[in-house]
């Protein structure tokens, strides 16, 4: 297949995968609209995660802050500390599950075999499902900076949302090279959900999703290897503490170094499981 495949797609112009990409885009959002449900659900839940831990820690400490916790972050505000990581997350999140199992999806609909036999390199359409869970993404954030905002003061100036938006724009950049990845690999291990929920359970470990990473010196070390702590970590000091952004090149270049290894090693590592899965013909098996 891939002999009589390969001489079609170095016919494609770059106009024919832009056209792609943008079917591709359409589609995906087309299939979510046809849920309105799921847009409510999105928007709310990763808020509503967050009271147990807050019940908790009051139950402890008697408070919504302790001196410990504000000795750590800089900031007492605990309350907005998780829901800044919530909202954070859903990016992280949401590409896990979009991105890295839209291939899979395409197999359980039965459209896997003519992606592959189609001219278009299955890594364009990638590409498209990729630019609709950004848009996604943005839309439930923007739910969720709305609600942060209105009922537990955090304020949203353009001089704070400017630099946030470039250290997001940092961090999703090399995580969706991850996440492409990711989507390589489920077309060869045929199975998705459970290292996704792994992969959520090292996210919660060991970053600043839910708690500063600074309380156990090995959490501490493994997370400076995590994008999303150097975003977060950033995020918050923007948000919280009202660091000034010039302050912030160091983790702006360590992004962009992460960023540049992840999208390198996502193509290449999703073109060889692609191509593998095709040379052993197991495309369609479940």
Request: glycine share 8%.
């Amino acid at each position: 297949m891939s002999a009589t495949v390969a001489p079609a797609r170095s016919g494609m112009t770059s106009a024919s995968y832009a056209h792609v990409v943008w079917a591709e885009f359409t589609k995906t959002v087309n299939i979510w609209l046809s849920y309105p449900i799921m847009i409510a659900f999105w928007a709310v839940f990763p808020l509503l995660w967050v009271m147990p831990y807050v019940f908790q820690g009051k139950a402890l400490v008697g408070s919504m802050s302790s001196p410990s916790f504000q000795q750590l972050t800089g900031s007492g505000n605990y309350m907005a500390f998780v829901l800044i990581g919530a909202m954070i997350s859903t990016f992280i999140f949401s590409g896990l599950w979009g991105v890295g199992n839209s291939l899979r999806e395409e197999t359980y609909w039965g459209t896997m075999e003519y992606i592959i036999a189609s001219p278009t390199p299955p890594l364009v359409i990638l590409i498209g499902k990729t630019l609709a869970e950004w848009a996604w993404s943005s839309l439930m954030v923007a739910f969720q900076a709305a609600i942060i905002g209105i009922f537990f003061g955090v304020q949203f100036t353009v001089a704070k949302v400017l630099p946030v938006m470039l250290l997001l724009g940092l961090l999703m950049v090399g995580f969706y090279g991850f996440a492409i990845a990711f989507a390589g690999l489920t077309l060869l291990i045929k199975e998705v959900q459970g290292y996704v929920h792994t992969l959520e359970w090292v996210f919660f470990l060991f970053s600043p999703i839910r708690y500063p990473v600074q309380v156990n010196p090995i959490t501490q070390l493994v997370s400076t290897l995590i994008p999303l702590t150097w975003a977060l970590v950033a995020i918050r000091s923007i948000m919280l503490v009202n660091q000034k952004p010039v302050n912030l090149w160091r983790t702006v270049i360590v992004l962009c170094a992460m960023d540049i290894v992840l999208l390198v090693g996502g193509y290449f590592l999703f073109v060889w499981l692609e191509r593998k899965t095709r040379r052993d013909g197991t495309v369609g098996m479940h």
